[in-house]
């Protein structure tokens, strides 16, 4: 959604690079009808929603020309702030950018993304197609102008699971993380009876107590069954050039410890690339003698079928 975000970095300023708390524009996505304007503080990420001023949807702040809300139930004292920055450059902003420039921003804010499907007993549900990695072999569709699921589509597609004949459930992306709503899906999963898969490239799984907020409705735990890890390399200065960013191998390994000390089982995906083939038969026995038992690791392609085209992990 380039050219939105373009003009919404425009309207917003200064406001763009870290008004209150730390946090940055990461990027901008439709929702809906509306924007989300998806802001990032070191992995810790709060969506600001953007409606048009005629919206009816609920709203924290308004100007002129648009309402200001945000994504999920609960906003700190930094993340209110951020909002305050927010609203604050949008009123200043929107004088200089016109009333045919504000309504045009939402004209591409309504295609859906990708749709749930049942694929082997499993509910595979895409939360995102963004991603905070940009991994070369990537097969998740980048295009810019779809918006990702509404809470309401997510929440009916967990609800119909069992229905659609699905006894399981697959949390998948772009990278499912990055959604802050990912422990009320997995709570609801499970509450379904599904057993619970969450693909990721452990990038904010390996954060410092990243599973504490995994509960349900009680505050009893609520995790996945599975955690589906990419995890390419066991040489951390080559991670970069497998997953397009740098310095996360050492979040991996905490995501995959972490994980296991919560009692998930996890998968390793090991996509073979010509960057890492030296590797890939002797990655196994690093991964036992790294992390012992409860750590399996597949291959893609299958050592079995070299010409399978592999498919992005998460
Ligand atoms: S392969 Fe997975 S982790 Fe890599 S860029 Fe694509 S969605 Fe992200």
């Not at 310095?247 to 994980?259: E, Q």
């Not at 998968?267 to 010509?274: H, Q």
Request: proline letters at 6%; aromatic letters at 6%.
């Amino acid at each position: 959604m380039k050219g939105a975000e373009e003009v919404i970095r425009c309207l917003l300023g200064r406001a763009a690079d870290g008004p209150g708390g730390g946090f940055v524009l990461a990027g901008v996505r439709p929702s809906g009808g509306a924007l989300d304007l998806v802001f990032d503080r070191a992995g810790d990420g709060f969506v600001v929603r953007l409606f048009p001023a005629a919206s009816d949807a609920g709203f924290y702040r308004r100007s002129r020309h648009f309402k200001l809300g945000y994504a999920g139930a609960e906003a700190d004292e930094d993340r209110i702030a951020l909002l305050d920055a927010v609203a604050a450059a949008v009123s200043r902003g929107e004088a200089a950018l016109g009333a045919e420039a504000c309504a045009a921003l939402f004209r591409s804010a309504a295609l859906p993304g990708p749709g749930p499907r049942v694929r082997d007993g499993a509910l595979e549900l895409s939360l995102t197609t963004r991603c905070n990695e940009s991994c070369p072999f990537c097969t998740t569709p980048r295009r810019t102008d779809v918006r990702d699921p509404e809470p309401e589509e997510i929440e009916r597609a967990i609800r119909s699971a069992r229905g659609a004949g699905a006894g399981a459930v697959v949390l998948t992306g772009g990278e499912p993380t990055l959604d802050p709503l990912l422990p009320r899906w997995v709570a609801l999963a499970r509450a379904e009876g599904l057993r619970v898969t969450v693909q990721t490239n452990g990038v904010l799984p390996g954060v410092e107590g990243w599973w504490d907020r995994f509960r349900d409705a009680d505050g009893a735990p609520a995790l996945p069954d599975v955690l589906h890890v990419s995890f390419h390399t066991a040489r951390p200065g080559r991670v970069r050039e497998l997953t397009g960013v740098g310095g996360t191998f050492d979040r991996k390994v905490r995501a995959v410890r972490s994980a296991r000390a919560a009692g998930i089982d996890v998968i390793l995906c090991f996509v073979v690339t010509a960057a890492n083939a030296d590797e890939a038969s002797e990655f196994p026995s690093w991964v036992a003698a790294t992390f012992g038992s409860g750590v399996a690791v597949e291959r893609r392609p299958d050592a079995r079928d070299a010409t399978t085209r592999s498919a992005g992990p998460s």
